[in-house]
């Protein structure tokens, strides 16, 4: 019981670090995506790809918030030095930034092309690819994470 406790805290303090990272990345998207655009004319459409760094900076701005929240409220020290389980999370979130990053071109090329008005906010196609994008490969996240670098 105690196990089953401690691990719907787990999982709920993960879903709370992963929203305050995603809000730190989903503003500082929106910032770069309306800023970078203005300085670099070929952010908005790069080959075919919409606002690349842009997702590039705001995916990194994110990593670094989840990796701090992960290690002060989420996770216990795993059987890594923090060296080794820093290089672990920076490199499993590298590779969950390239899964983002594609999944943000699928949806926003392919799922979302109108804007959804919530009344307070509207959503662009953008927003709401990078959110959909956020979404999918947190799930993907918690478990390496979890099973990887830090205790299981």
């Not at 690349?52 to 994110?62: K, V």
């Not at 080794?84 to 949806?107: D, G, R």
Request: hydrophobic share 50%; aromatic share 18%.
């Amino acid at each position: 019981m105690k196990q089953l406790i401690l691990h719907q805290k787990q999982v709920i303090f993960f879903i709370i670090a992963g929203g305050l990272s995603a809000v730190i990345e989903i503003g500082s998207f929106k910032l770069f995506s309306v800023y970078l655009p203005k300085v670099f004319l070929w952010e908005y459409n790069l080959y075919g790809i919409k606002y690349p760094f842009s997702n590039i900076l705001s995916t990194s701005c994110g990593i670094i918030t989840n990796y701090f929240l992960s290690i002060w409220f989420v996770f216990e020290r795993g059987k890594h030095s923090k060296r080794k389980e820093f290089a672990y999370f920076i490199l499993v979130s590298v590779v969950s930034t390239f899964i983002s990053l594609f999944l943000f071109q699928i949806l926003y090329h392919f799922v979302f092309k109108e804007v959804i008005d919530l009344g307070i906010y509207v959503l662009s196609p953008e927003m709401m690819s990078k959110i959909s994008a956020i979404l999918l490969v947190s799930m993907l996240n918690y478990s390496i994470k979890k099973k990887v670098i830090f205790n299981g």
